[in-house]
């Protein structure tokens, strides 16, 4: 039986771990052929020989891609292009939240910058350069990865990461009302804390902050990538195809509720 993204070209960035493998292992069991990018390329080809086993051989291709660079972001989806024959999907996800991007009294300048440019400029890089295959095609499916804390402010100040996903989530408004009428849906996930080897890293070093950040989260508990790649699953598909320039939030209900049950 075919998948729900059946033969479907499928570009991921950040996709050796996290959210970004898991999902790029969903889009595997639904039929598409991936394209990942990522820095990590001993991972990266663990990766395809997995990805290969799910979807059956030659279904996966990896990509050393640095998301700041313009070069190299064209030439990850130059590679879907010519290795696969389109590019029907775009799940720009790649993002860093390093420890010295904290409250606006202690982040410096440069911390600022190196988050602006991995969290929002690369955003921008991959969907200029997936827009023009999308458009020729008249259909395509671009995923930008923002956050909750796009919606609302964060409990534990990260501030250039606040600022770089509400940049994702106003960038990907804009983009998915211009294009609506071209065939091309651009969509922004906005999940929750997801239990990622990132979130897990910052929060080992500081236990207090993770017990306030989970204590704002109705369920309970942190996300799991599994639970955010089914949403972009669902964002890829035709399921989803009356939804552009969405805020599509997978966040355990923190954005709906004013005080938490204890």
């Known amino acids: 039986m075919a998948g729900r993204i059946q033969?479907?070209?499928?570009v991921i960035t950040g996709g050796c771990s996290g959210i970004g493998?898991?999902?790029?292992?969903?889009f595997a069991e639904e039929g598409a052929r991936l394209v990942v990018g990522d820095v990590n390329d001993e991972a990266g080809g663990q990766v395809v020989e997995e990805l290969n086993r799910i979807g059956g051989s030659d279904v996966a291709?990896?990509?050393?891609?640095?998301?700041?660079?313009?070069?190299?972001?064209?030439?990850?989806?130059?590679?879907?292009?010519?290795?696969?024959?389109?590019?029907?999907?775009?799940?720009?996800?790649?993002?860093?939240?390093?420890?010295?991007?904290?409250?606006?009294?202690?982040?410096e300048l440069d911390?600022?910058?190196?988050?602006?440019?991995?969290?929002?400029?690369?955003?921008?890089?991959c969907c200029k350069a997936a827009l023009p295959y999308m458009l020729e095609q008249k259909r395509g499916s671009i995923i930008n990865t923002a956050s909750f804390v796009a919606v609302m402010g964060a409990a534990t100040s990260q501030i250039s990461y606040s600022a770089?996903?509400?940049?994702?989530l106003s960038m990907t408004r804009e983009l998915g009302v211009q294009f609506a009428r071209e065939g091309v849906r651009v969509n922004a996930l906005c999940p929750g804390p997801v239990n990622t080897p990132l979130l897990k890293e910052l929060f080992a070093?500081?236990?207090?902050?993770?017990?306030?950040?989970?204590?704002?989260?109705?369920?309970?508990?942190?996300?799991?990538?599994?639970?955010?790649?089914?949403?972009?699953?669902?964002?890829?598909?035709?399921?989803?195809?009356?939804?552009?320039?969405?805020?599509?939030?997978?966040?355990?209900?923190?954005?709906g509720a004013y005080v938490t049950p204890l």
């Open 7 to 10: 033969d479907r070209v499928a």
């Open 111 to 125: 911390a600022w910058r190196r988050v602006q440019e991995v969290n929002l400029t690369s955003v921008y890089l």
């Open 164 to 168: 770089s996903k509400g940049g994702v």
């Open 205 to 255: 070093k500081d236990a207090e902050r993770a017990a306030r950040r989970l204590v704002h989260v109705p369920m309970g508990r942190f996300g799991e990538p599994e639970e955010m790649a089914n949403a972009v699953l669902f964002l890829a598909s035709d399921e989803s195809s009356f939804m552009t320039a969405s805020t599509f939030l997978v966040d355990g209900g923190i954005s």
């Open 21 to 26: 493998l898991a999902t790029a292992r969903r």
């Open 61 to 107: 291709t990896y990509v050393h891609v640095d998301v700041t660079s313009k070069d190299q972001v064209d030439a990850l989806f130059r590679t879907a292009k010519e290795t696969y024959g389109s590019v029907d999907i775009a799940f720009n996800n790649a993002g860093i939240s390093p420890p010295d991007d904290d409250s606006i009294l202690d982040t």
